[in-house]
């Protein structure tokens, strides 16, 4: 089983490159069990579109 750290690592890693099949899987399962990371995650998507959208002024 993944913990917290290993999912924010992946799901920061994710901004920046594919992530392997049981990459994917294993942090998919784990933010389905931890809401913290969860949560993260939605922040750290919600950051990237932001910046993207600042980029296109």
């Known amino acids: 089983m993944m913990n917290c750290k ?3 690592r992946l799901v920061s890693q994710s901004q920046d490159r594919e992530l392997s ?3 994917r899987i294993r942090l998919r399962f784990h933010l ?3 809401s913290g ?3 993260y995650n939605k922040q750290m998507s919600f950051i990237r579109k932001a ?3 600042l980029r296109e002024r």
């Open 6 to 8: 290993q999912a924010t």
């Open 37 to 39: 990371c969860s949560n």
């Open 51 to 53: 910046m993207q959208k």
């Open 32 to 34: 389905l069990m931890c």
């Open 21 to 23: 099949l049981p990459e």
